[in-house]
């Protein structure tokens, strides 16, 4: 019986919690102009790794919201794990235009840098820097004169 009231005070503190919790940071979220979950689950995030309040499982269970979107808002605030990358192949590609994702893989390479030749790639693609080929073979011909053109030859049995 006194692990059962325990069990029920610990719930309804940990609803008090979520409630008074959800009810500030809509307000402040609304005030600050920025989307009020985003805000809530950053808030969330804090208390957890405070140590105050309920556990993340706990809290997006209460809230009956999905964890998965609850780590999704979080990933917003991590840097950018390639952005010295992406600043070294900027450079490489604005000093050598005409240099293609071998090219730039190997200057990398010799910069000290060590990745795979797809991460460059990819890395090239979503920053638009792929190198735009020169075509090999330039068209000479000109169509357009003044004499007759007659159709090809063909014999009968064609």
């Not at 992406?86 to 190997?106: K, N, V």
């Amino acid at each position: 019986m006194v692990e059962l009231e325990r069990k029920i005070g610990q719930q309804v503190a940990e609803i008090d919690f979520l409630k008074g919790f959800l009810a500030a940071h809509r307000r402040t979220a609304d005030a600050a102009g920025i989307e009020w979950k985003s805000a809530v689950y950053r808030k969330i995030g804090e208390e957890v790794i405070a140590g105050q309040g309920p556990t993340i499982e706990r809290t997006v269970e209460l809230a009956r919201w999905s964890r998965a979107s609850f780590y999704r808002f979080g990933e917003e605030a991590k840097p950018d794990r390639d952005m010295g990358l992406r600043d070294t192949i900027q450079g490489i590609a604005l000093e050598w235009p005409s240099y293609g994702r071998p090219r730039i893989t190997a200057e990398l390479r010799r910069c000290g840098w060590t990745m795979n030749p797809k991460r460059v790639h990819r890395l090239l693609r979503e920053d638009n820097l792929l190198c735009v080929r020169k075509r090999k073979f330039v068209v000479t011909t000109d169509s357009n004169y003044g004499r007759n053109v007659y159709p090809t030859w063909q014999p009968a049995w064609c």
